[in-house]
Nanobody, 116 residues
Framework: QVQLVESGGGLVQPGGSLRLSCAAS????????MGWYRQAPGKQRELVAQ??????STNYADSVKGRFTISRDNAKMSLQMNSLKPEDTAVYYC???????????WGQGTQVTVSS
């Protein structure tokens, strides 16, 4: 089992920055991929960024490339979000995928609101 807890959301003005964190516990060594997803009101949940467990490979949604940076240090994953836009407003979820169990784990979500 893997447990995930997000923190760091909040209200920020357009152009501002926020840093989200995700603390993982449990079978951390079993995690193959970690990532951030987001869901805006009335929209489907979408991938924001992913990082392979070794940290050797990352993947970003086109809408956040050059503005967001994902990183991982063992049990903690972070998402540095710069140059935030109103369209980045959503609930952000931490995700961990364990390949040997073919199972996804999710955090409870943290609200990010970009507004003046």
């Amino acid at each position: 089992q893997v447990q995930l807890v997000e923190s760091g959301g909040g209200l920020v003005q357009p152009g501002g920055s926020l840093r989200l964190s995700c603390a993982a516990s449990g079978s951390i060594d079993s995690i193959n991929i970690m990532g951030w997803y987001r869901q805006a009101p009335g929209k489907q949940r979408e991938l924001v960024a992913q990082i392979i467990s070794s940290g050797s490979s990352t993947n970003y949604a086109d809408s956040v490339k050059g503005r967001f940076t994902i990183s991982r240090d063992n049990a903690k994953m972070s998402l540095q979000m710069n140059s935030l836009k109103p369209e980045d407003t959503a609930v952000y979820y931490c995700n961990a995928f364990v390949g040997r169990w073919s199972r996804d784990y999710w955090g409870q979500g943290t609200q990010v609101t970009v507004s003046s």
